[in-house]
């Protein structure tokens, strides 16, 4: 309001400057001057105007950028949902859009529904199964033979996040069957009913069992990872040998020092293995 204010009283002054100028100039130089300047002026005026409102414009899109960037960060906070990894940047923003009320539209609606996951939508114990999945991918994502590039990084950006989703994908739809079968049990079950249900239930388990099956694959690489990092923080622990075979020296023990020399040895070769071992665990998510 007072900025609005502050354009009529500046367009007021332009307007006592222009009448009084005009004056002016027609008594001294004449219509002609009195015209050209009325143009100028008028110009000027226009000109004025259109430049306030583009700053004005400029000023509230800056404010709805900051507004819903504040609105996307809050939902990526308070909203746990697992996205297809294939979604553009673009088409991700229009995902978390969809979960902001004053925007209009919803997550049932949305042209990308059937490309994400909401976690509280699935089964308790389906979401019990993709929170042991993601601690898995993190504890590989935080690992020290991550950080250090021993293991491939590229693929495990890659294959991770896409055996997230399809776990994820699966759950939702088993979730749903699941629900299909619970509601088809209620009431009377008579043999016909239970004929039909039995084989879609063997089908659902079968493929629970699968979906907990990668799970355990996506553990037991976390697990290789781990020992992999685990025999480098031995190695780092290894540094410290020259105070102990100091020790050894002082008490004269030949043959302790002879072991620690041994030891050294054995776990260059133990972290060779782990890391070897955490690769080839982790070709297996591929197959």
């Not at 879609?200 to 355990?216: D, G, I, N, P, T």
């Not at 070769?269 to 070897?276: P, Q, Y």
Request: with cysteine; aromatic share 4%.
């Amino acid at each position: 309001m007072v900025k609005g204010f502050g354009y009529a009283l500046a367009s007021a002054g332009i307007c006592a400057a222009v009448i009084l100028t005009g004056f002016v100039l027609a008594t001294r130089f004449g219509l002609g001057v009195l015209v050209i300047a009325v143009i100028l002026a008028l110009l000027g005026i226009c000109t004025s105007l259109v430049t306030g409102d583009a700053l004005r414009r400029r000023r509230l899109f800056a404010a709805e950028q900051r507004r819903l960037a504040q609105e996307r960060d809050h939902v990526r906070r308070t909203v746990d949902f697992v996205a297809d990894p294939g979604l553009t940047e673009q088409e991700r923003l229009a995902v978390i859009d969809c979960f902001i009320p004053r925007l209009g539209r919803h997550p049932a609606r949305s042209p990308y529904r059937d490309r994400f996951v909401i976690v509280r939508d699935l089964a308790p114990a389906a979401r019990a199964l993709l929170e042991r999945a993601r601690a898995a991918v993190m504890s590989v994502y935080t690992s020290e033979v991550l950080r250090l590039r021993l293991l491939d990084g590229l693929a495990n950006e890659v294959l991770l996040p896409r055996q997230i989703w399809e776990i994820a994908l699966l759950l939702r739809v088993q979730t749903h069957l699941r629900q299909e079968q619970e509601r088809a049990m209620r009431g009377v079950v008579t043999p016909e009913l239970r004929a039909v249900l039995e084989p879609q239930q063997e089908a659902l388990r079968r493929s629970e069992a699968a979906v907990e099956a990668r799970v355990k694959e996506l553990e037991r690489y976390a697990y290789r990872v781990g020992e992999a990092d685990a025999a480098i923080r031995a190695r780092a622990a290894l540094a410290n040998n020259d105070k102990y075979r100091a020790l050894l020296a002082h008490t004269d023990d030949a043959d302790g020092m002879r072991a620690l020399e041994a030891q050294g040895d054995a776990l260059e070769e133990t972290l060779a293995k782990s890391v070897r071992e955490a690769i080839e665990a982790g070709q297996t998510l591929a197959t």
